[in-house]
C-alpha cells in the first residue's frame, strides 16, 4: 500500500519528490498541523473513561556529551549533555512507559568510539519500571528509546503490551537504525501495532500525535495530569529546548546523518512553539539534560521512577 502511493506520487509529480522522498526514506508528505489539533488533543485526553495520571518521572539511564553546534545550527563548541531517559506516566495504581532507555551495548554505538557515562543501576530499575507497566509507548524507532524493549531479558512480557505503529515496526524490519534493534517478523508480530491519522487516545490523558521527521515513525506524546498540568513530549523533533525557543534545527549534516525531514520539522517546531507560548504546555524533549535537571528541581518531573 506504502509502495503503491509512493508510486503514483513519483508518476504525478516527477523526478523531484522521488528525490526528496528517497533521502528521506518513506516519510509521507508532511502538512502543516490543522488549527484546532490542540483542542482535539485535549478532548482525545477525556474521552477514555478513568482518573487522569497524577506525577510523571523519568530515569536517565546515559548521558551523550557532544558539541552544542551538532545539536542545533549555528551552535558553539561548548558541551551539551544529551540525557538518555525514559519517562513514566503514573496513575493511581499502573504506570505507563514512555520509550525504554537501553543496555550498555547500545549505548556504546552512540559513543562513535568514545566511553561515556552509563548508569547499569539505574538501567535495572528501569527494566523493572517496564515489567511493571501496564503500557509502553515509543516516541520513535531510534536505539536509545525502543531498546529497552527489543534487547530485554523480558521481551515475551513487554513486546504485548508495547503500543507501536506501522511506520516504527516497519523500519524495525527493514532499516533498523543499527543491527542490534532489528526484529524479525516473528518478533514484530508481539507488538500492539495501531494505525492512526493524525491523532490517537492510548489512556486516559495520554494522546500520540503522529510526527514523522527526525523518523517515518516518529510521534509526539501528550499527556494532561489532575490538576489540568499539561506536557508535550516532543520526543527527537529537538534535541534542546533551545531547538523550539529559537526555531532552530540540527545542522544540515546531522539533518543529512540521520535522514530526516526538515521541512516537517521545522513544521512541527512552529506549532510546538505555539503551544508552549500560547496555551502553556511545558514542553518536554527526550534529551535536554540541563532541561531534564530544571524540571526535576521544580517539581514538574520526577527524578526517580515509582517501583
Ligand atoms: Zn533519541
Given amino acids: 500500500m506504502m509502495r503503491l502511493n509512493r508510486l503514483s506520487r513519483i508518476t504525478l509529480t516527477g523526478l523531484s519528490l522521488w528525490l526528496a522522498s528517497s533521502t528521506a526514506i ?24 478513568g482518573d487522569l495520571p497524577q506525577s510523571i518521572g523519568f530515569a536517565k539511564v546515559a548521558e551523550s556529551h557532544r558539541p552544542y553546534s551538532d545539536i542545533i545550527e549555528d551552535g558553539s563548541d561548548e558541551q551539551f549533555i544529551s540525557a538518555r531517559a525514559a519517562f513514566q506516566i503514573r496513575y493511581g495504581r499502573s504506570t505507563i512507559m514512555l520509550d525504554s532507555g537501553m543496555d550498555e551495548e547500545v549505548h556504546r554505538y552512540y559513543g562513535f568510539g568514545r566511553t561515556e557515562p552509563y ?9 523493572q519500571a517496564l515489567f511493571d507497566a501496564e503500557k509502553i509507548i515509543i516516541t520513535h524507532e531510534h536505539g536509545d528509546h ?33 543491527p542490534q534493534i532489528q526484529l524479525t517478523a516473528e518478533q514484530a508480530d508481539q507488538f500492539v501495532v495501531v494505525e492512526y491519522g493524525l491523532i490517537h487516545a492510548v489512556a486516559p490523558g495520554i494522546v500520540l500525535i503522529k510526527s ?39 545542522p544540515t549534516q546531522t539533518i543529512a546523518r540521520i535522514g530526516e525531514d526538515p521541512n516537517a520539522l521545522m513544521l512541527q517546531m512552529q506549532w510546538i512553539k505555539d503551544r508552549m507560548d500560547q496555551d502553556g504546555l511545558i514542553l518536554v524533549p527526550s534529551h535536554d539534560d540541563l532541561l531534564l535537571k530544571k524540571y526535576a528541581e521544580e517539581g514538574i518531573l520526577s527524578d526517580s521512577l515509582r517501583l
Fill in 26 to 49: 518513506s516519510q509521507e508528505n508532511f502538512r502543516p498541523y490543522p488549527d484546532d489539533l490542540l483542542s482535539r488533543v485535549r478532548s482525545a485526553a477525556q474521552s477514555l473513561p
Fill in 119 to 127: 548508569f547499569a543501576e539505574t538501567n535495572k530499575s528501569l527494566q
Fill in 146 to 178: 525502543v531498546s529497552g524493549v527489543i534487547r530485554s531479558p523480558y521481551f515475551r512480557q513487554l513486546a504485548p503490551k508495547t503500543i507501536v505503529t506501522e511506520a516504527q515496526i516497519e523500519s524495525l524490519v527493514e532499516r533498523p537504525q543499527l
Fill in 212 to 250: 514523522p521527521g527526525h523518523t517515518a515513525g516518529h510521534q509526539m506524546v501528550y499527556v494532561q495530569l489532575t490538576g489540568n498540568r499539561e506536557y508535550l513530549f516532543i520526543g527527537d523533533i529537538g534535541w534542546s529546548l533551545d531547538n523550539i525557543t529559537e526555531q532552530k534545527l540540527r
